[in-house]
Each structure stands twice: as C-alpha cells, then as structure tokens.
C-alpha cells in the first residue's frame, strides 16, 4: 500500500497521515524541504511498500509556482509520476480546507514564517487546480467536519 498525502502547511496532512499509518499499519515517510526533488527521487521513494507519503512531488511543484521559482520537476515528469502512480496503485490524496482554520492552525503552533502565512489562501486554491487538473481526489475537510 502506498498512499500520499498532499495540500498546504497547516491542512492537517501529518494528523491525516498518523491516522491512515495507524489504521492500516504503515510507515509515515515525511518530505521536507531539505528532501531531493528529482524525478529518480521520487521513483526510488515510490519503491516503498507500506507507507504514507506525507507531501511528495506536488508540493515541490505548487510551492515553486507559488513563490516564483524555478520547479525541480518538469510537465512530462509530473505526468509520469502520475502515471507511475496509477500502476502502482498509489492513491493520492490533496487535503483542502478553510483558509481561516488553516492560519489558525498555524498561527497556534506558531513556527511557520510570514511568508507562508501570507500565501496560505494562494497556496491552498494552487492545489485544489492541481488537482483538478490532474484528476487527483481532494479531501475538503471544510466540507467533512
């Protein structure tokens, strides 16, 4: 089983990923900002059996759109991946929700930079695109809870 769990910071993907690793056993593998960003990366990663991706390449893509640098990850390469994850059965998930709850969140727990926080709404409707886009399942928890 390989599950990933994409969306903004302060969406609830870490709280969402713990739980599906609990209920189904696996391992949570967490991407970070430091994590390389190549299409071999992301292959090799996607050799893991049993885990829960917490963030993986669309991030990479979103947070580069959004802050105006140069991505690390091309059109083709996404769209392979993409593919990549069909046949492995990989589901992909991006988590939406509120833009008020989600600065909350991260206004409580008070580490992320301004420069996040003042991008969270932009951020937020560049994945719900993305996934549009790409026909990849959204979890709109303002739609849940």
Not at 83 to 89: D, I, N
Not at 107 to 136: C, G, M, P, Q, W
Request: aromatic share 12%; proline share 1%.
């Amino acid at each position: 089983m390989r599950i990933i769990v994409e969306g903004c910071d302060g969406v609830g993907k870490s709280t969402y990923a713990s739980f599906l690793a609990d209920t189904y056993g696996c391992d949570v593998i967490h991407m970070t900002s430091g994590s390389p960003k190549n299409l071999r990366s992301y292959l090799h990663r996607l050799r893991n059996d049993n885990v829960i991706f917490d963030r993986f390449f669309i991030s990479e893509v979103i947070y580069s759109k959004v802050f105006m640098r140069k991505t690390k990850i091309r059109e083709f390469e996404i769209r392979f991946l993409l593919f990549v994850c069909k046949l492995m059965e990989c589901k992909i998930y991006v988590m939406t929700h509120s833009d008020d709850v989600i600065l909350a969140r991260l206004k409580a727990r008070d580490d992320e930079s301004d420069t996040i926080l003042n991008h969270i709404s932009e951020l937020n409707k560049a994945y719900v695109e993305f996934a549009e886009k790409y026909k990849i399942n959204i979890l709109d928890w303002s739609k849940i809870q």
